[in-house]
């Protein structure tokens, strides 16, 4: 056999070996020494592939589709720093639980620690960041070494799957010449794939949990983001008839039954910033499924009142527990506890929820009906979005205006967003990986200083077609240090935090043959949104003003908490 032979066998042996595993989405960062891998994924049916010639962003791109997906998908690239640009991304799916296979190529051993151009020491080099990493053997005319990369390939992809999922790291070292005989094709023999099996609890468990369930009233259920599927779950919450806060990461917010609207507690960050409310709302018990939502007042509420009992529901046994308070952690999957339990009454507690959160959200509607601000304006956007679109928040103040100003509703929208880390890099990426993986229209609301992070992510729709709207709150800065201890030190304010930059996007739309429109005004915001979207990349510009848009959300919250406090009395 050739070298080109027993290459072109070895990366055929992976790719198929890729496809039996059930991989079908493929991130491509073109380079020398990854010739051999993609070239064979290139030739090879099944796949959807994508091509993104920065790295940085191509690890954000097949982020979103894996996140999206919550399978794996292959993060293909060359050796040397092109392997390192991939880094914050690996970093986000750790953290976000968001499986990816990445497939770095390398130079052959004896060109490592050289001085070999490209060469860098790649063995390890995501850290504790992936779930696990193989170095593979030099591609060779020998069984053994095939038998070894196929079973591995296996072991990779089963690691990334099992919960929590995440990230590993293939290292893949070829030696020159890097072409394949294109007509080459090799039989694979069937492997036997791994079975991932499911955690459940214990029969002790339930029936305890059970009983609590049915005799505690005051209890709530807080849903965060990582919940693999919410099928289920509101046959289960209407039987217990605790109040439900929801994150909108956990997705729970939108498609809501009729009766189940009223348990649906989706105002809890403005609530809990009233004293006399977090009186009357004292859980004796909190159960939370999946991570901690993003609100800082639930944070410090639950702080100040710990509950008796804190049960937090995790697929991983690492304790996502920062407030040290969880009395009860089970290692499950979260639908396993969503048995439903004989019916109740829906208790005074509940009710006292349910009264606040109809305030806060009566106040939130006349706030967007009068205000101007990015408060405002971003509640104008979701109330526009249409049934079946998908939406990404960008961190900093957009995934606070999501959690304020995106009300419940029967319409279907996913809510989607970078939480493992809660970083503003990548976001533009994150969100066409998202939208390619849904094939739903997509929306993404950032802001201007996350959107400089990751203009390279536009980059990729010059590969592949693509369905986005992209608002821009464009407050000219770091919008989210204002509501910040640091905002009052006014000297060296905007040059360390404010960072104000001066820049608008109209020449980056141009670029991107992006559709483009700039509004000032609320109203013109509203108008731009009817306009019907003719290209595939939509910009719009929303140019805000960070100082309003801080007095207003602060004048927002004193009227909520001045309602709540006419309502009650201790």
Known sequence: MT???????????????????????IVMC????????????????????????????????????????????????????????????????????????????????????????????QIHLFGKHVKWTVDFPIPEDNFESLAFMERHIHRAVSTSKTLPMGPVHINMPFREPLLLNMEQSLPITEVQVSEVGQLVPSAQFVEWYKDILSHEEKGIFIVGDSIHSIDGFWNFARTVKWPILVDPLSNLRASVPEDCLDLCIDQYDAILKNELFQQIAVPNVVIRFGAQPVSKPLTLFLKAHKPNVYIAVDESPIFRDSLHMVTHHVQVGAASLWTPIKDKEISSYTSDWSRANEIATKHIRTYMETEEDEGALAGTLFQALPNGADLFASSSMPIRDVDTFFNKTRKDVHIYANRGTNGIDGVVSTALGVQAATNRPGYLLIGDLAFLHDVNGLIVSRFQKTNITIVIMNNDGGGIFSYLPQSTETNYFEHLFGTPTGLKFSHIAAMYDAQYDAVNTKEAFQQVLLQPKTKDIRIIEVFTNRQVNTETHRKLWANISKELDGTWKV
């Open 3 to 25: 070298n080109i032979e027993y290459l072109t066998s070895y990366v055929n042996r992976f790719v198929e070996s890729i496809k039996q595993a059930g991989i079908r989405h």
């Open 30 to 121: 073109p380079g020398s020494r990854s010739t051999p891998l993609a070239y064979a994924f290139a030739k090879s049916e099944g796949f959807a592939f994508y091509r993104q010639i920065d790295e940085r962003s191509a690890g954000f791109f097949a982020l979103g589709i894996a996140k999206a997906k919550k399978e794996p998908v292959v993060l293909l690239c060359t050796s040397g720093t092109a392997a390192a640009n991939f880094f914050p991304a690996i970093v986000e799916a750790f953290y976000a639980r968001v499986p990816l296979l990445v497939v770095t190529a390398d130079r052959p051993h004896e060109l490592r620690e050289v001085g070999a151009p490209q060469a860098i020491d």
